[in-house]
């Protein structure tokens, strides 16, 4: 009896190089732009969600000040990765790394209206989401947890943020989506979803342990800190009248923008001039 042969087609889970990646996000933006609003819109909600509850987490670590400082900001950046695996492995849209549609309009293959219509909405929907987290959050009674040093924590943070320099802002704005989207580069370059957690794992760990900002993780802390400020809550040395969601719209205007830099240029565009420039 002849022996049968089975072959067995395995799927591949090479990752792909540089070059692939870049078409696979131009490709994407193609996509992300084409898709229905509503489609768009409910993504960008989970997207705000995901980055809040990473954002969540964030703030139960740094609301223990028995850890050393070092340790406490990278294990709080670890945990905040949380909100970026669920974006890119449960799916959803997430402005800061939607800033990389931008190859895709250079090389013509969208117009720039549909870039910024793309940026729009799901912006709206990761605030949106966002608040919704803020919300169920301070339900919750998790400020009170360790005898209301997180809910402190969540103010600190937030006055922190709406005190910065506006350059400063800025600057951090730019080094934290250039991080961020280096992550999410590295994840349209996997193949499985260990890959995607491990590519992930050290660019958002090293943004956030850095001290940079990302303004849809702002969307949780600003509007958090505020809500307790208004409820008297707040550590020693901080004026609660000053956290409010005017300081929120200061920080926004700087990170936003430094966002945009970081994602948009120093990464889309970068690995467009290399890969598609000559090509288009």
């Known amino acids: 009896m002849a022996q049968e042969e089975i072959i067995i087609n395995a799927p591949n889970t090479e990752a792909l190089t540089p070059a692939q990646v870049t078409q696979k996000a131009e490709d994407l933006g193609v996509t992300k732009t084409e898709m229905s ?5 409910m993504l960008s909600l989970m997207a705000g969600a ?34 970026l695996i669920l974006v890119v492995v449960a799916g959803a849209e997430l402005f800061t790394g939607n800033t990389m549609i931008v190859m895709t309009a250079a090389s013509k293959r969208i117009k720039w209206s549909a870039v910024w219509k793309n940026w729009i909405v799901v912006f709206i929907g990761n605030f949106i989401g966002s608040l919704v987290i803020v919300g169920i959050v301070f339900l919750s009674e ?73 303004c849809v993780a702002n969307m949780f802390f600003l509007p958090m800190g505020a809500l307790l400020a208004s409820l008297g809550i707040a550590p020693a040395g901080i004026d609660p009248a000053t956290v409010n969601m005017v300081g929120a719209l200061y920080n926004w205007s700087a990170t936003v923008p430094g966002n945009i830099v970081g994602g948009a240029l120093f990464v889309g565009m970068m690995y467009w001039f290399i890969y598609s420039k000559k090509k288009n």
């Open 37 to 41: 609003f509503a489609r768009s819109f």
């Open 50 to 83: 995901f980055i809040s509850m990473g954002a969540m987490f964030f703030t139960l670590v740094v609301g223990d000040p028995n850890l050393p400082f070092a340790i406490q900001r990278v294990l709080g950046g670890f945990l905040f990765c949380l909100g």
């Open 142 to 214: 998790m400020p009170n947890m360790n005898g209301g040093q997180v809910g402190q924590t969540m103010v600190s943070v937030a006055a922190g943020k709406m005190n910065a320099g506006w350059l400063a802002l800025f600057a951090k704005g730019i080094m934290c989506n250039f991080l961020v989207c280096l992550g999410v580069w590295m994840a349209y370059a996997s193949k499985t979803v260990t890959d995607k957690i491990l590519a992930v794992i050290f660019p958002i760990t090293a943004f956030v342990a850095c001290g940079f900002e990302h």
